[in-house]
């Protein structure tokens, strides 16, 4: 094993020495307010779903106060109403995309009914009326006026 002299022990030494007399001297001559400095405070984390944004509220519809049609999922509930003459029937769309109310015999048509909307229609003459939903026309339904 070699031997080191003392002249290369300082040497090695002496680095470590100078850096912890350093640390020691910025201890000591630090004020006592730079001792209390502390980084600002964080902000409390929000979790993800408080920061989730969600389509307002819809506004609810008039509750109809006779008979009336619910259109959902793509269709006319109840698909078959029998109503007296005279009676005035409201459709409510409850889908996400607009519909119409349109009579086979072209009767009566609604304009686009947009989701949450209504449409209304009086039958005066006893019959049956078919209808439909001119935008999705495999959506069929009837009244039946006595």
Known sequence: MPSTNHATRRRLWAPIAFGLASTAFVVACSSPAAASITAPALPTPVPPAALATSAPPKPLAEAPSGPSVSIENFNFIAADLTVKAGTTVVWTNHDDVEHT????????????????????????????????????????AKVIVQ
């Open 101 to 140: 109310v349109t009579a086979s015999d072209n009767s009566f048509s609604s304009p686009a009914i947009p989701t949450d909307g209504q449409f209304s229609h009086t039958f005066d003459t006893p019959g049956t009326y078919s209808y439909f939903c001119a935008i999705h026309p495999f959506m069929t």
